[in-house]
């Protein structure tokens, strides 16, 4: 764990994947 990033740096990949599917659409 670095003192800059937080503990979680994203709420989870398949959200990830979901905003990118948004996106591309």
Known sequence: H???RGPLPHPGP???LRRLLR???
Do not use: I, K, S, V
Request: charged share 35%.
């Open 2 to 4: 670095a003192p800059g």
């Open 14 to 16: 398949r959200q990830e």
């Open 23 to 25: 996106l591309r659409h």
